[in-house]
């Protein structure tokens, strides 16, 4: 029998499987997916935010403990567990030599990311590369890894593990980690959790998915089923304004449209609906989701002048292109009038100021319902772009509960040999908002934890039997 | 996807179809993720633009090195449905540079062939010294003495404008290719005092990243991937070998044409001189290196360069390895009845490879270089989109 059994193949999983490994368990991990499409959402992410005390190889100045405790705090309204909370902060301080050592390679932070450059260790050539590297060590160790595994049930002996089956197949072992990530790609589920608008449209059925195709919530739903305490709301997911055209799985970052802050956000039928200059756009991009699933449609249309270009990142599907703002209207498909209209009482708004799109400057609206706090200038300057834009989903908040061991719990009580980390335990520390890299950071150090507490109950389990 | 590749071909203005135009598409793609700055040099010097012209797409894929690092970290990349397979689509790109470039333009065409032409010039070149050795006839011969067999004189002519034309055909496409990227062409005049400043330090920068190949590194290091994701240095180490064994054998040249003509040392040099010395190290080199890029082409990941290309890529490296391995025979069988058929081999072998130098995969280092140099000197000059600067 294997000592280890690791469900899941991002980086949660991987760092389960290596932390194992090295304490001298036998590990097999599950990973659903077929090897090409390995790693979960970790292949889309870019960096881990990291807590340090002064300025490292990829990181500037200092970043501690205090600052990244009340960054999480503001971001989740307070829906975080402090203790879990900082046992991360804490981990991701130390965990850099460990993921180097397996092969994880990091850079500065990219161009265009400055925000984050103090704060944010960037892996080059983004999570793929690091889930890559994790993999190649895995295998170099003797982790015995699977391919398009998925595990669909888990048996449970009272609150103790006892195997798990993939199709006919049962698998047992002496201790598992299930890290297998949120439910964001189940469609029925998203169906059902966000039900229906007061326009009869079931909202979830325009929403694409940002990562993965794998993330099916099986486990979760299973686990629910058996009993195990449960964090996190299933409405709440992040959810961010991603380009329509994106494909309906995997279109990862490349799909974000990053001009928002720099023109308008009009609904269909050409009407604003939220302060576009409200705050920076790092702080506000993953509010737009959730603004444009409650529009009708669940669409919404960003519409800049020739005067944005170049100051933001350049989006992957270049955007509808016209002269005037009446062809504009005509290309995007909406009601001319009322996008005139809207377009002309807000150039009429707008008060000088001094634009600045690195502060949050003086050019606001006046008098304008909803207003543009900052950055608001006249859209006048042909040629002018438009964006159709569709709510995507990056993870869902919901999952099982846990304490500082990663272990399962069931009334209560925790499981002697049944771990969780990544995606699937993220509510517990992050239950609502995002800070970039956090959910890296998570499933960084629950991972560890819990692979080394999965090798712990095993040795423990052999000292029983 | 096509709406994507139609929009960024339109964008860039180039023909449906071409390397150049799925160029485009993939940059634009890299160019809003970004995700591989540390690996090498094409992609900081792809954030410094928003949309990709024609020359910009030839300089990009020149400075690509096919270290292959991207694609194995791309989350993009087939079966993803984006189909970013950057570094084949670079590859894609650079041969055509070295068609469209090519001095005099008809002889563009022959990269097309490029198996079909090294193996004629090889065997026309081989059946050329044989026939002039058999002309000469073997009672002639004496002992160790090349010059019985042909005359130097004739040699020295014949290799000399063999390569010093290569040379010239080859700055001839270089000029062009300039002409076409130089970073002066679109530097505004507020910024020509910093050009002027840029040259030297670029200049030395660009040397030493062409002659230490920094771009095989990774970014970290560890070096390029090949087969898989994993990373190692042995293509910078074969490469190195080539290289620099291919230096050494022309240096071995130099010094002999230059003992010759100068001091009136004439050949069969002894072991311990230096063109013997420096040829026998540099032969070295040139056998164990194109072995060992042999070797790593043959088990390459097929999207990590084009596999049409092959035949450009592997009749290069076997000439450079024949070149040597006829070169030690030639040592060793030189007191024997067979070296003037070894002689004949070798001068052939030598010849095929100077005669198709301009129009083969030897034009890489020139556009290389060139690239690189472009690179060094832009990366001192201020960036104007708002986007790469944060």
Known sequence: ?465 | MRELEALARAAAGLAAGTAEAEAARQLQICNACRYCEGFCAVFPAMTRRLAFSRADIHYLANLCHNCGACLHACQYAPPHEFAVAFPQAMAKVRVRTYQDYAWPAACGALYRRAGLVTALSLAGAIAFFLAMAATTGPQAVTGADFYTVFPHRLLAWVFGTAFAFALFALSMGLRRFWRDVSPAIDVPTADRPLLAKARAPATAEAALDAARLTYLGGGHGDGCTNADDRYSLARRRFHHLTFYGFVLCFAATCVATFDHFVLGLHAPYPLASWPVVLGSTGGAGLLAGPAGLLWLSARRHPLQGDPAQRPMDRGFITLLLLASATGFALLVLRQTPSMPLALSIHLGVVMALFVTLPWSKFAHGFYRCAALLKHAVEKRLPVRSHSARD
């Open chain 1, 1 to 465: 029998m294997i000592d280890v059994l690791v469900v899941g193949g991002g980086n949660a999983a991987l760092c389960a499987a290596l932390t194992a490994r090295e304490a001298g368990a036998s590990v097999l991990l599950l990973e659903a997916a077929p090897r090409e499409w390995r790693g979960g959402n970790s292949q889309h992410t870019r960096n881990l935010r990291c807590m340090h005390e002064a300025p490292q190889d990829v990181l500037q100045e200092a970043y501690p403990e205090e600052e990244f405790w009340q960054d999480l705090l503001k971001v989740t309204g307070g829906a975080t567990d402090e203790k879990l909370a900082r046992l991360v902060i804490r981990a991701s301080s130390t965990c850099r030599p460990w993921m180097a050592r397996h092969g994880v390679r990091f850079q500065p932070s990219l161009s265009g990311t400055l925000h984050l450059s103090r704060t944010n260790a960037f892996f080059m050539g983004g999570g793929k590369a690091l889930v890559n590297a994790f993999y190649r060590s895995a295998q170099a160790l003797g982790v015995q890894v699977r391919y398009g595994a998925p595990v669909d049930a888990i048996e449970m002996d009272g609150g103790r593990f006892a195997g798990a089956r993939v199709g006919g197949e049962r698998i047992e072992a002496r201790a598992c980690v299930l890290a297998a990530g949120g439910f964001e790609s189940n469609r029925e589920w998203l169906r059902e959790a966000w039900g229906r608008n007061e326009w009869g449209e079931w909202p979830a059925d325009n929403f694409l998915v940002r990562g993965t195709r794998f993330n099916q919530g099986t486990l979760i739903k299973r686990m629910m089923e058996a009993g195990a305490d449960i964090v996190g709301d299933p409405t709440q997911a992040h959810c961010v304004a991603i380009d329509a055209r994106a494909p309906l799985y995997d279109g990862g970052i490349v799909t974000r449209v990053d001009c928002v802050s720099l023109g308008v956000m009009l609904n269909r039928y050409g009407r604003r609906f939220y302060d576009e200059g409200e705050d920076f756009w790092p702080k506000r991009y993953a509010i737009w989701g959730r603004l444009v699933a409650q529009q009708q449609g669940q669409v919404g249309y960003c519409v800049i002048d020739s005067k944005a270009v170049g100051r933001f990142m350049p989006p992957v599907f270049p955007g509808e292109c016209a002269q005037t703002l009446p062809e504009l209207a005509q290309q995007l498909g909406l009601p001319e009038e009322n996008f005139m209209h809207t377009l002309q009482e807000f150039n009429a708004a707008c008060r000088p100021g001094t634009f600045d799109h690195t502060v949050l400057d003086d050019c606001a609206t006046a008098g304008l319902e909803p207003p543009k706090s900052h950055w608001a200038l006249p859209i006048d300057t042909p040629p002018f772009y438009g964006y159709m834009l569709r709510p995507g989903i990056t993870f869902t908040y919901l999952g099982l509960k846990t304490n500082e061991d990663a272990a399962v719990h069931f009334g209560g009580r925790p499981s002697p040999n049944l771990f969780v980390a990544g995606e699937m335990m993220a509510g517990n520390v992050l239950g609502r908002g995002y800070t970039a890299g956090v959910g890296m950071s998570i499933g960084t150090a629950f991972g560890r934890i819990a692979g080394q507490r999965a090798a712990q109950a095993c040795k423990q389990g052999a000292l029983h039997a």
